[in-house]
Nanobody, 127 residues
Framework: QVQLVESGGGLVQAGGSLRLSCTASGRTFSNDVMGWFRQAPGKDRDFVAA????????YYADSVKGRFAISRDNVKNTLYLQMNSLKPEDTAVYYCAAALGYNSPSYYVTGDKYTYWGQGTQVTVSS
């Protein structure tokens, strides 16, 4: 059974940083793509970033480009999202997800392309 477990969320002031982690179990991810999404209250779930598990190929939403960095540790089977220069509009529940496929990460920008999801972690940025 595949499980994705996020951690690292919390409350931070605007301009601060947080690093989210997503630990995967139950499957060895090789060429799959891992992604981060977020959902603010009353809004749709939005794509944040994606990365191929086996390489450095990554893709970001315009709203986070230059501030967020996605990475993975193959040994620890863990996905990360380093978030810098946080803004109040970054406040949301952040979810990690796994897509089983061989396309470029830029293809995996909608939730329907992902097979596995974590339970989410809350990020709150105060002004």
């Amino acid at each position: 059974q595949v499980q994705l477990v996020e951690s690292g969320g919390g409350l931070v002031q605007a301009g601060g940083s947080l690093r989210l982690s997503c630990t995967a179990s139950g499957r060895t991810f090789s060429n799959d793509v891992m992604g981060w999404f977020r959902q603010a209250p009353g809004k749709d779930r939005d794509f944040v970033a994606a990365i191929r598990w086996s390489g450095a190929d990554s893709y970001y939403a315009d709203s986070v480009k230059g501030r967020f960095a996605i990475s993975r540790d193959n040994v620890k089977n863990t996905l990360y999202l380093q978030m810098n220069s946080l803004k109040p509009e970054d406040t949301a529940v952040y979810y990690c997800a796994a897509a089983l496929g061989y396309n470029s990460p830029s293809y995996y920008v909608t939730g329907d392309k992902y097979t596995y999801w974590g339970q989410g972690t809350q990020v709150t940025v105060s002004s």
